[in-house]
């Protein structure tokens, strides 16, 4: 099986959850209709304190499902939604795609990879000890962030489970993604 969508999230209120949906919305250079992050301007409040006009490079974020299983290995019970992610992902290493990748979802939405998620403290709030979990280093002492990767909307549509994902690279040289 190919590339895909697990399950969809939103919440049109502040919540380190989203709640399942039968569908979003995506909404060109805004995000996910509804959804709390969505919009042309940072929405996650500790960036909007730093800088409220910076762009929103985290306009939908997605999770790979594959990491709920590697979660659960290590004692940590994890749903879709429960990291705040919108679109949960199965069949493709998010992680390893490079920035500016472009992913379409279903027949029309459109996103383009724009960095990895900083995972936060709040992840330890939800479940104690999570966060070092998700946040690690690897052999040669570099942070490994595993909790999804951030992208902003080119093209809107409805996206829904079971959706296939198709991933198209960008041209020129690898640029590995970064926090964002």
């Given amino acids: 099986m190919g590339a895909a ?19 979003i919305t995506l909404l060109a250079g805004l995000g996910v209709a509804g959804d709390v992050h969505a919009g042309v301007t940072v929405k996650h409040r500790s960036r909007v304190a730093q800088d409220p006009t910076q762009p929103n490079l985290r306009q939908v974020h997605l999770i790979h499902q594959e990491l709920f299983a590697e979660l659960a290995e290590a004692g ?46 709040q992840i330890d709030a939800f479940q104690d000890g999570l966060l070092k979990q998700v946040v690690g280093r690897d052999e040669a002492g570099e942070i490994v962030r595993k909790a ?33």
């Fill in 76 to 121: 940590f019970e994890v749903a879709p939604g429960d990291l705040g992610e919108n679109i949960t992902t199965s069949g493709i290493d998010l992680l390893a795609l490079p920035t500016g990748t472009v992913l379409r979802l279903g027949e029309e939405a459109v996103v383009e990879v724009t960095g990895l998620r900083n995972p936060c403290l």
């Fill in 148 to 180: 999804g990767i951030m992208s902003v909307v080119r093209a809107g549509g409805v996206v829904r489970p079971g959706d296939p994902i198709t991933v198209e690279l960008p041209t020129g040289a690898h640029r590995p993604l970064e926090r964002v």
């Fill in 5 to 23: 969508v697990t399950t969809v999230s939103s919440n049109g209120e502040y919540s380190f959850t989203k709640p399942n949906r039968d569908s």
